[in-house]
């Protein structure tokens, strides 16, 4: 999952400079998920309000999700069934370093 700093609802909200930083981390996670995980494809996703399946509707964020031959149809990781082969804090723990030159100072 990949959010911008500021809370907006559409990606029409961000100013160019956050859209860049966004498609940037979006590079970046592609990037690590293939090189983490193997994947034979990724789908890339946003659900944009509730309608669409939006949980907080002001809080826009991107979904990067691995997908390989055979396995469960992504669509359970944005509904109420979720498919995880490993526990979030573990796919915390190999992705986040990889992300370390994008995170801002404080």
Do not use: C
Not at 8 to 22: C, N
Not at 31 to 59: F, Q, R, T
Not at 61 to 75: A, C, I, Q, S
Not at 76 to 89: A, H, I, K
Request: proline share 7%; hydrophobic share 35%; charged share 25%.
């Amino acid at each position: 999952l990949l959010a911008p700093r500021r809370h907006v609802a559409d990606l029409s909200d961000l100013t160019p400079e956050e859209r860049g930083e966004l498609i940037s981390l979006l590079a970046l996670g592609t990037k690590a998920i293939g090189e983490e995980y193997s994947p034979e494809g990724l789908n890339i996703g946003m659900n944009l309000g509730k309608a669409a399946g939006a949980g907080v509707e002001d809080h826009l964020h991107l979904h990067l999700v691995p997908r390989w031959k055979g396995d469960t149809n992504f669509m359970t990781s944005v509904v109420s069934t979720r498919v995880l082969p490993e526990s979030l804090r573990e796919t915390h723990a190999r992705l986040s370093g990889r992300f370390g030159p994008l995170r801002p100072s404080r």
